[in-house]
């Protein structure tokens, strides 16, 4: 981070102007650091929803919204996606390079180390009504660990950190595999070691005591491809969350738990769950035009899910590379046919042709086909956030980590702009 020019703020009201350092990193926009302006100005700055504001610095993600570029620590996701498998993408999220191959061998062992849960953990579920929404008991569950793993965790030890990223993206499967067997009335299915990442998270979700299950390889590839483009995406909500829980040195596991309450919403990691429930709501392509109206009545609050972003006024490149996956498993399934991703892609170019759309910039996200390839590969509906979360654990405790390490770090603390009753005395 270095100074590359100053920022003059004349405030209007007789003052000497203010100078402001505008500060530049290694890509992207600069900032202008307003770390001394409230104690030289006695203002604050006003950004709900931090449209403008850059909360933190951070080496892990890039995103240019207007390119539509996403790079997890330098590398392209269409390359990551291409040519490596999750877990070599959560060494690189954490630790900034690519593994050679025993770096990857002993990653992959140490993870497979961790993947069970504490027996007292799994009697946890019992506590859930059997139709509880798996997001509800995700953030129950992964809340739970830090009564585990607490007393002994110094986060200001690397060590420790690590141990709890590991834990984390190791147990994360098991949970969320646990959360769809107890919806379903089904028993518990352990991880195998002898199985990869994909693998073993597919053999929790589907095998029963009475048979094993047996993906496809185009399957594990598939569900590995969306793992890696949901892993990380800079200072997005939840991220946001993580990192403002985890700035008070709260416990890491509680933090990854308000991480996925906020992952939750329809507006943010909850959507791809709404545009599946949408796209079987259109039902039909000659019914698209009336949803399309509906998202452009200003007296109407609907919304296309899995269109639009806060960052991306450009394709979200997870979304192509989403709408690639799905028309592989879909070949591979015989489901070239499917009538939700024939219904999706009408639905995608005729928004794309519509002017109030291309005016507003709102491309399809990461969300638009990721409940399609998840439905094809035979994962339920209310499993796709959850999933999402599994996924997103690694960018969440990577981000938490760097925030931890960084000397510059503070306790978040925004301010406000008042707007309530002035002070006044009770009148007895
Ligand atoms: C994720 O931040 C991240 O990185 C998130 C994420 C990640 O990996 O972590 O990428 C994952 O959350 C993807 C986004 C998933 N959400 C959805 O698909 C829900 C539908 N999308 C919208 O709710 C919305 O687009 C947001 C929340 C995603 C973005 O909101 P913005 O940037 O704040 O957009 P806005 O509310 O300022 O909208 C600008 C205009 C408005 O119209 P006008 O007031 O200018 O007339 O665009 C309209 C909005 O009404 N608009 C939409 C729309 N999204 C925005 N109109 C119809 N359908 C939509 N989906």
Known sequence: MT??????????????????????????PDVVDIRTFHARSGMFTYDPGYLSTASSRSGITFIDGDEGILLYRG????????????TEVCYLLMKGELPDRDQKSTFDNAIKGHSMLHEQLVKFYTGFRRDAHPMAVMVGVVG????????????????????????????LPTITAMAYK?????????????????????????????????????????????????????????????????????????????????????AHGGANEACLNMLEEIGDVSRIDEYIKRAKNKDDNYRLMGFGHRVYKN?????????????????????????LFKLALELERIALEDEYFISRKLYPNV????????????????????????????G?????????????????????????????DITT
């Open 315 to 339: 394709f979200d490149p997870r979304a192509k590379l989403m709408r690639e996956t799905c028309h592989e498993v879909l070949n591979e399934l015989g489901l070239h046919n499917d009538r």
């Open 75 to 86: 590398y392209p996701i269409e390359q990551l996606a291409m040519n490596c498998d999750f």
């Open 3 to 28: 100074q590359k020019s100053t920022a003059i703020l004349d405030l209007g009201n007789g003052s000497d102007p203010i100078e402001l350092p505008i500060l530049s990193g290694t890509m992207g």
């Open 182 to 266: 107890y919806n379903i009335g089904q028993p518990f299915i352990y991880p195998r070691n002898d199985l990869s990442y994909s693998e073993n998270f597919l053999h929790m979700m589907f095998a029963v005591p009475a048979e094993e299950y047996k993906p496809s390889p185009v399957i594990v590839r598939a569900l590995d491809r969306i793992l890696i483009l949901h892993a990380d995406h800079e200072q997005n909500a939840s991220t946001s969350t993580v990192r403002l829980a985890g700035s008070s040195g709260a416990n890491p596991f509680a933090c990854i738990s308000a991480g996925i309450a906020c992952l939750w919403g329809p």
């Open 144 to 171: 739970a660990l830090s009564a585990f793993y607490h007393d002994a965790m110094d986060i200001t030890e690397a060590s420790h950190r690590e141990l709890s990223a590991l834990r984390l993206i190791a147990k």
């Open 396 to 424: 969440w405790v990577a981000q938490w980590s760097e925030m931890i390490s960084d000397p510059e770090y503070k306790i978040g603390r925004p301010r406000q702009l008042y707007t309530g009753t002035i002070m006044r």
């Open 367 to 394: 969300d638009f086909y990721s409940g399609i390839v998840q439905r094809a590969l035979g994962i339920p509906t209310t499993m796709f956030t959850a999933i999402f979360a599994m996924a997103r654990t690694v």
